[in-house]
C-alpha cells in the first residue's frame, strides 16, 4: 500500500486541534513542521530518489516535531535540556502510545521512520545504520536546519536568541575556537546569546547535501542572519565577520 500523503496530513491537522490554537509557540511549531515536511520533499526530489521515498520524506517531516506539543504543554518551553528531548519524546508518542497508526497503516516503515526522528536532534547520526535509513535521517536533519535557518532571519531576536538586543553581547572564547577548528560546537560551553548565534552559524558544517546548500544559498540565509547583528566589542566584531566569511565560503561550495 503506497504512503497516502494527504491521509496523513489530515490526520496532522485532527491532532493538533487539541492544543491551543492561540498560543504562539504551538502555530510557530506548525508552521515549522510544514515547511520541514516540504523542504524534505524537495530535498528528495532534488536527490531523485523513488516516489515511495519522497513521499517517506515528506510524511518524516510531518513527524519529526511530533513530541513538541505535548513539551510545550508539559513544560511550556522548547528547550530540551529544561524539559525533555523532543525526538525521543516523539518517538513515545508515535510508536508506545501506537499513534503511528493514524497516519500511514502499514508498518514497513516503521524503523526508518523512528531512526529519522531519534536522530533529527542529535548531535550525530548513530553509527549502524543502513544506506536507506542514514538518508533518511540525513534529509530530515537537512531540511530541519533548512527552516531554522528561515526562522533565524525572520523571526522574533528575544524568542530565538533570549534578548532583543545582542550588540553588547561577546563571543567567547572556546565557542570561538571551537566554530574555527572543530567545525562543532559543544553547546554545553556556551555562555552568551552571541555563543548561541554561533552555534547556528555552524549549522553549515552539518549539511549532508548540495540541494541543502543550495537552497540556504538560494534564499540569502547566511547573509541576512549576518545582516542582523552588529557588536560593540571590536574583537566579537572581528570574529563575528570570519564565521560569518568562512560559513559563506561553506555554503558556496560546489
Same mark, same amino acid.
Given at each position: 500500500?503506497?504512503?497516502?500523503?494527504?491521509?496523513?496530513?489530515?490526520?496532522?491537522?485532527?491532532? *493538533?486541534? =487539541?492544543?491551543?490554537?492561540?498560543?504562539?509557540?504551538?502555530?510557530?511549531?506548525? &508552521?515549522?513542521?510544514?515547511? /520541514?515536511?516540504?523542504?524534505?520533499?524537495?530535498?528528495?526530489?532534488?536527490?531523485?530518489?523513488?516516489?515511495?521515498?519522497?513521499?517517506?520524506?515528506?510524511?518524516?517531516?510531518?513527524?519529526?516535531?511530533?513530541? #513538541?506539543?505535548?513539551?510545550?504543554?508539559?513544560?511550556?518551553?522548547? *528547550?530540551?535540556?529544561?524539559?525533555?528531548?523532543?525526538?525521543?519524546?516523539? /518517538?513515545?508518542?508515535?510508536?508506545?502510545?501506537?499513534?503511528?497508526r493514524k497516519f500511514i497503516e502499514e508498518d514497513k516503515f516503521d524503523k526508518i521512520i523512528k531512526l529519522a526522528i531519534?536522530?533529527?536532534? #542529535?548531535?550525530?547520526?548513530?553509527?549502524?545504520?543502513?544506506?536507506?535509513?542514514?538518508?533518511?535521517? =540525513?534529509?530530515? #536533519?537537512?531540511?530541519?536546519?533548512?527552516?531554522?535557518?528561515? /526562522?533565524?532571519?525572520?523571526?522574533?531576536?528575544?524568542?530565538?536568541?533570549?534578548?532583543?538586543?545582542?550588540?553588547?553581547?561577546?563571543?567567547?572564547?572556546?565557542?570561538?575556537?571551537?566554530?574555527?577548528?572543530?567545525?562543532?560546537?559543544?553547546?554545553?560551553? #556556551?555562555?552568551?546569546?552571541?555563543?548561541?548565534? *554561533?552555534?547556528?552559524?555552524?549549522?553549515?558544517?552539518?549539511?549532508?547535501?548540495?540541494?541543502?546548500?543550495?537552497?540556504?544559498?538560494?534564499?540569502?540565509?547566511?547573509? =541576512?542572519?549576518?545582516?542582523?547583528?552588529?557588536?560593540?566589542? &571590536?574583537?566579537t566584531m572581528r570574529r563575528f565577520n570570519e564565521i560569518y566569511r568562512l560559513a559563506k565560503a561553506k555554503i558556496e561550495?560546489?
Amino acid at each position: 500500500m503506497p504512503i497516502d500523503i494527504l491521509h496523513a496530513k489530515q490526520q496532522f491537522k485532527e491532532y *493538533v486541534k =487539541k492544543y491551543n490554537p492561540e498560543d504562539e509557540k504551538i502555530k510557530m511549531k506548525i &508552521a515549522h513542521i510544514e515547511r /520541514v515536511s516540504q523542504y524534505s520533499k524537495k530535498i528528495a526530489e532534488n536527490l531523485n530518489l523513488s516516489e515511495e521515498d519522497i513521499k517517506l520524506a515528506e510524511l518524516i517531516g510531518l513527524l519529526h516535531d511530533i513530541g #513538541r506539543f505535548e513539551q510545550v504543554r508539559l513544560y511550556h518551553t522548547f *528547550v530540551d535540556k529544561d524539559s525533555i528531548n523532543h525526538g525521543e519524546y516523539g /518517538v513515545k508518542v508515535l510508536f508506545e502510545d501506537e499513534l503511528i497508526r493514524k497516519f500511514i497503516e502499514e508498518d514497513k516503515f516503521d524503523k526508518i521512520i523512528k531512526l529519522a526522528i531519534l536522530n533529527h536532534n #542529535r548531535a550525530k547520526i548513530e553509527s549502524g545504520l543502513t544506506e536507506r535509513e542514514n538518508l533518511h535521517a =540525513k534529509i530530515i #536533519r537537512d531540511a530541519d536546519k533548512t527552516d531554522i535557518f528561515y /526562522v533565524l532571519v525572520t523571526g522574533d531576536k528575544k524568542a530565538i536568541w533570549e534578548k532583543a538586543d545582542l550588540s553588547d553581547d561577546k563571543i567567547s572564547d572556546e565557542i570561538y575556537r571551537e566554530f574555527i577548528e572543530d567545525k562543532e560546537i559543544n553547546y554545553k560551553e #556556551r555562555r552568551t546569546s552571541a555563543d548561541i548565534l *554561533v552555534s547556528h552559524f555552524n549549522y553549515v558544517y552539518d549539511l549532508n547535501f548540495k540541494e541543502t546548500r543550495q537552497i540556504i544559498k538560494e534564499n540569502q540565509y547566511i547573509d =541576512k542572519l549576518y545582516k542582523r547583528f552588529t557588536f560593540n566589542d &571590536a574583537e566579537t566584531m572581528r570574529r563575528f565577520n570570519e564565521i560569518y566569511r568562512l560559513a559563506k565560503a561553506k555554503i558556496e561550495e560546489e
